[in-house]
């Protein structure tokens, strides 16, 4: 081999050398643009978090909706009994029409 193809060939692979460093610096500038990008968006889903209802919230909501459906079995538990006793009565009534 030649002087001249040995700095050719030396040449071709720092050629090669040079643009895997200058891609990987490429990257290295994608990466840390990639980060900061989630690095925002992190920051607004915990600026948006912060307004959200926490656990103690949550357990305030739950124990006052159970307050209401006992309230409204109650309140439905009384109608059923209204809507007997009403069924019972017209059906007294009705049994003294025919028999009147």
């Known amino acids: 081999m030649t002087t001249g193809q040995i700095i050719s060939l030396v040449f071709a692979a720092f050629t090669g050398l040079f643009a895997l460093v200058k891609l990987y610096l490429h990257d290295q500038g994608e ?3 990639s980060l900061i990008e989630h690095a925002d968006r992190l920051s607004r889903i915990e600026e948006r978090n912060r307004n959200a209802p926490t656990h103690d919230d949550l357990k305030q909501i739950y124990e006052r909706l159970n307050v209401l459906a006992t309230g409204n079995a109650h ?3 009384t109608l059923d009994g209204i809507k007997t006793t009403n069924e019972m009565i017209v059906r007294k009534a009705m049994g003294e029409l025919k028999n009147g």
Request: glycine fraction near 16%; aromatic fraction near 0%.
């Open 31 to 33: 990466i840390k643009k």
């Open 75 to 77: 309140i439905m538990g």
